[in-house]
Every structure is written in C-alpha cells, then in structure tokens.
C-alpha cells in the first residue's frame, strides 16, 4: 500500500561546501517504490562558516547579532517544518539524521503526523547531544553503523536497528566518456572526499610510491592539507556533484577509499557502494565488521596501512584482468543488496511491522 511520507533533509548553505545529495536520492527511491514523498529542505545557516562567523565576531556587536540572526534562522526553520507536518498528516517522518531539531519540535511533529517518526542516520548520533535527549521520540533510529546501537538504546531509544549506506545506481554506474572527459579525470588512482589528516596519510604515500594519484574534495588545498602531504602534487579540484564523480570513477583505473573515524563497526561509508556501482575497482581501508556487507578479496581489496595500499595499488595495476574480475562482481553485489531502493524497503519494512 503506498505511504505518504515526509522526507526532512539538509541543504548546504549558500555558498556552502558539501555535496548534500542523500535526501534527494532517498526521495528517488521512495518515489521508485510507489510511494507518495514531500521533502521539506531546510538550508544550513551561512552563520555556520566557520570563516564568516568569526570574522562577524571580531566587529562590534557582531556576537550578539551572530547570536540573533542564528535564533531567527532556526525559529522559521521550526515553525516551517511544524506547519508542514500539519499539512501533510504523513503516514511516516523520515528525518535524515535530525539532529537540528529540539526536543520540543519534535513533539510538535508527532502531534501532527498520525504515522511514524524515523531517523536515519550516516554519521555519529552520540555526537548530538540534542538528539540523544529527543531519542525517545522517534518510533525508529536507524544507523550506518553497529557501534552506535547500544549507546542509543542506553539513552531511550525504543526500536534502534542497522542499516548500511547505499548508493543510487541511476547516478553512479559505468560512463562512457568524451574523450575530453576522459583526459581531464584520467588517473590511476582516484579519491573523492574532503581532506582529514589520516586521509592525506593514505595519499601521500602512494603518490610517493610514483603512483599518479588524482584527488577531488575540499580542503585539499589548505594550508593544513599542504603540510601533510609533504609537497606531493594530488589535488585536481574542489568538491564535486555526483554526477561528476560517477565520471571521475569511470576514468579512472583505481578507486580509493579512505573513511572518516565515526565508521568504527561495519560502518561502511556511501562512498563504498557508489564506487562499486560506477564498476570501479575499489582499494578500500579495512574497517571491522566489513566482511557482513562485502567479501574482501572477491568484490572489494582491503589494506590496513598506508604501506599496504601502496603494494596492492601496484600489484592491480599490472592486473588489468583481476580488477575487472574484482570490479565486476562488486557491482553485481552493490546492485543487487546496497540501492537506496533496497535501504528503503528495509526502513519501511521495520516501520510497518511495529
């Protein structure tokens, strides 16, 4: 039977950095499965630049108006939200993440939705104190990784359960590329994410090895990014849609991936399942718990340092035979088990059995 759900997602603010395309490719998916979807955008504060705030904080008042324009931009994000949860009557609330959301508007939702209220969430809930107060008032909590279910359900959640990252395969699959597209992204190894210290560890050392190692996200450019690359030559450019990296993939022979610290328990990172659906041949960082989603060795080739990474970058690059036996059936697994389409029936599934 087809659901009206209310989908609440983040936009990046203007002139943001980020590539905020989870909410839409979630909607997609409900849509794909004959569902009835309203996404309710709300935009990240241009307050929320780190560079803009604190050069406002160093002119007169300019605390007190940061402080203001902060209150204001939240309070019509609230109501907003309230109003169209009372419009809308949604059999289910799907927020992603969620936790730009008080206690108290949360309660206002649940007084306007007849259905359910979920959160999924592709990053660390313990890290927002709002949300752990306000877990209790959401039916379901669903996370990308393990090592976050005991905690959430220590602070009150009532039905918390795993529930991977995904890939959208209308976006992310094999290209064929101009052959200008295909000069301009061509290297032999290519990672698409914003620049941490422990990344550029991982970069640093293949680009050494004499590996040509290509490198797209923010950050890279910094100063803080220099330093820890120790002069090596990898930036190609800023953040990029995903469209963009679906090209960037196809283009090139070796997809790295390199994850963030809150991935601690077969918490595998979106970036995974994106490469496998582009039909990359993925050189992916070790992370426990990954054999639950993946076969490493047969759809995925997993290291556990930066030295490692180099040995098996090379040996793939002199087996153009073995990665595309690798590549392939890793995308045959992406397709067939990790499609936000697949996500979704999982989510709602869960949400109708209760």
Same mark, same amino acid.
């Given at each position: 039977?087809?659901? /009206? ?8 603010? *203007? ?9 839409? +490719?979630? *909607? ?15 935009? $990240? ?24 324009? &902060? &209150?204001?931009? #939240? ?14 009557? #949604? ?7 969620? +936790?730009?959301?008080s206690g108290e508007v949360l309660a206002e939702v ?5 259905? /359910? ?51 959208? $395969? ?97 918490? *595998? ?15 992916? +960082? ?11 060795? /047969? $759809? *995925? ?5 930066? $030295?490692?990474? !180099? ?9 153009? +035979? ?19 389409? !697949? ?12």
């Open positions: 039977m087809a659901m /009206r759900i209310l989908v609440v997602g983040q936009s990046p603010r *203007v002139f943001g950095p980020g590539n905020f395309q989870w909410p839409d +490719d979630t *909607v997609r998916a409900l849509r794909r499965l004959g569902h009835r979807v309203r996404r309710f955008r709300y935009r $990240e504060s241009w307050a929320a630049s780190p560079a803009l705030s604190a050069g406002l904080q160093r002119l007169p008042l300019g605390g007190r108006l940061l402080k203001r324009y &902060q &209150q204001a931009h #939240a309070c019509a994000r609230d109501k907003a939200l309230t109003l169209t949860s009372r419009q809308w009557r #949604a059999d289910l609330v799907l927020f992603l993440n969620g +936790d730009a959301f649940r007084r306007w939705t007849p259905g /359910r209220l979920v959160s999924w969430w592709a990053d660390n809930p313990c890290a927002s104190s709002s949300f752990m107060r306000a877990v209790s008032l959401f039916d379901h909590v669903f996370v990308f990784d393990r090592s976050y279910l005991a905690p959430l359900i220590a602070a009150g959640g009532r039905s918390v359960h795993f529930l991977p990252c995904a890939c959208d $395969e209308t976006i992310y699959r094999p290209l064929r590329l101009s052959q200008a597209a295909a000069r301009r992204f061509r290297c032999e190894v290519a990672f698409v994410a914003w620049y941490y210290p422990e990344r550029a560890a991982v970069v640093k050392a293949l680009a050494r090895s004499g590996i040509d190692v290509g490198v797209w996200g923010g950050q890279w450019r910094s100063d803080d990014a220099q330093r820890a690359l120790e002069g090596a030559r990898v930036a190609r450019g800023a953040a990029v849609s995903d469209r963009t990296a679906a090209r960037i993939y196809s283009a090139a022979t070796i997809g790295l991936n390199i994850h963030a610290t809150h991935s601690v328990s077969a918490g *595998v990172n979106t970036r995974t399942f994106e490469l496998l659906a582009s039909g990359a041949f993925q050189l992916i +960082d070790r992370i426990a718990g990954i054999e639950e989603l993946l076969t490493p060795g /047969r $759809e *995925v080739v997993c290291y556990a340092s930066p $030295e490692e990474a !180099c040995v098996l970058a090379k040996r793939y690059l002199a087996d153009p +035979d073995g990665r595309a036996a690798i590549a392939s059936r890793g995308r045959e697994r992406a397709l067939a088990e990790h499609t936000y389409v !697949c996500r979704m029936r999982t989510l709602l599934n869960a949400a109708r059995a209760s």
